[in-house]
């Protein structure tokens, strides 16, 4: 026996479903085989962990719990309601997405517009402003050649 | 007197009062176990487990006394049992984390000493558990099946073959090739 043959039996040694004789011949190796005997160890833990299902009891209000839900079910107003909010519930998220996205872009327009027309107006009160300040305006003009006429 | 089960379905199907209740009192415990252990989670066992009894109020006509009710029951608990961990596989997964670092209290731990939550050996098991758990879940769905059954539930091979609608040696090859599956996952795990 080797720590393969081992490992290739141990859930079998560990619930008895193989030969007393594999089963003996397992039993020897891991009384001298440290990691065969760590490896069935927690093997045999983990195997065993669950617990067992005697012990889970189950609710005392069970029966009163299930009279209600098929006291629901046979309702036709409380089955309606849930499913037809539960299906329209895709169809309300989806059209305030749409809503959102079409007042983001109806926004962004108008504001880009508006910002565009404000540049604009900017601008040209900044070149008129440069302008005046060389003379470049038909009022400044006029002064500049004033000024060289009476030279 | 027990009341046979030919009887409390004949008496279901003339819409007796009693026999509703009859019927959950005598395998409500049937039921909730067998859903309990492949969702392994109370609640949701709960859940499934009122389903099953619903289904049986609903279409009690249909059913034919060939089969035993108590084959009948598991048939319906181990297919809304696997329909819930279809639909809620991401439920699972997260339900297994929150396991695995101890955060639910709804876990296979109800079955234990509720006043032992902290204690090393407490959490050891838990961990355990949860391995194991995993390894279980990872297993074709037939395997899983028949394996749980088996193990958990307690049913003898012939009664698996009778509840999955299989031959006896399809189901021992099923709970052989789960066991070596599982061997190969548990080595695996303690190995690396």
């Given at each position: 026996m080797n720590c393969n043959q081992v490992q290739k039996n141990i859930i079998g040694y560990i619930d008895h479903s193989i030969p007393e004789v594999l089963s003996a011949d397992i039993e020897k190796h891991i009384g001298s085989c440290q990691s065969c005997a760590l490896l069935y160890k927690n093997i045999s833990a983990t195997y065993n962990s669950y617990g067992k299902v005697s012990e889970i009891e189950v609710n005392p209000f069970f029966y009163t719990r299930l009279e209600q839900k098929l006291k629901?079910?046979?309702?036709?107003e409380t089955v309606v309601e849930p499913k037809l909010s539960w299906r329209l519930q895709p169809v309300i998220s989806g059209v305030l997405i749409v809503c959102g996205i079409s007042l983001g872009i109806?926004?962004?327009?108008?504001?880009?517009?508006?910002?565009?027309?404000?540049?604009?107006?900017?601008?040209?009160?900044?070149?008129?402003?440069?302008?005046?300040?060389?003379?470049?305006?038909?009022?400044?003009?006029e002064s500049l050649n004033t000024f060289y006429t009476n030279e | 007197m027990r009341t046979t089960d030919a009887e409390l379905i004949q008496r279901l199907i003339n819409s007796d009062g009693s026999a509703f209740r009859e019927l959950v009192e005598l395998y409500q415990s049937l039921v909730f176990r067998t859903c309990y252990n492949l969702i392994r989670h109370s609640e949701d066992a709960e859940d499934i487990a009122?389903?099953?009894?619903?289904?049986?109020?609903?279409?009690?006509?249909?059913?034919?006394?060939?089969?035993?009710?108590?084959t009948w029951l598991y048939r319906i608990a181990i297919n809304k049992s696997l329909n819930h961990i279809r639909?809620?596989?991401?439920?699972?997964?997260?339900?297994?984390?929150?396991?695995?670092?101890?955060?639910?209290?709804?876990?296979?731990?109800?079955v234990e000493d509720k006043n032992s939550h902290n204690s090393p050996e407490t959490i050891d098991y838990r961990e355990r558990s949860q391995v194991l758990?995993?390894?279980?879940?990872?297993?074709?769905?037939?395997?899983?099946?028949?394996?749980?059954?088996?193990?958990?539930?307690?049913?003898?091979?012939?009664?698996?073959?009778?509840?999955?609608?299989?031959?006896?040696?399809?189901?021992?090859?099923?709970?052989?090739?789960?066991?070596?599956?599982?061997?190969?996952?548990?080595?695996?795990?303690?190995?690396?």
């Open positions: 629901n079910k046979m309702s036709p109806f926004l962004g327009k108008n504001l880009s517009v508006k910002t565009i027309a404000q540049n604009k107006v900017n601008r040209t009160e900044l070149v008129n402003t440069y302008a005046s300040e060389f003379y470049l305006t038909g009022t400044s003009e | 009122q389903d099953v009894f619903i289904e049986v109020f609903e279409s009690v006509h249909q059913f034919r006394n060939e089969s035993k009710l108590s639909k809620n596989k991401w439920k699972t997964m997260v339900r297994s984390l929150e396991q695995f670092f101890g955060g639910d209290k709804t876990n296979n731990l109800d758990q995993n390894a279980v879940n990872s297993l074709p769905e037939n395997q899983r099946i028949a394996f749980t059954l088996n193990k958990f539930d307690e049913l003898s091979y012939q009664e698996i073959a009778e509840v999955m609608e299989l031959s006896l040696s399809s189901v021992e090859s099923l709970i052989h090739r789960a066991k070596l599956n599982l061997q190969k996952k548990l080595i695996n795990y303690y190995k690396n």
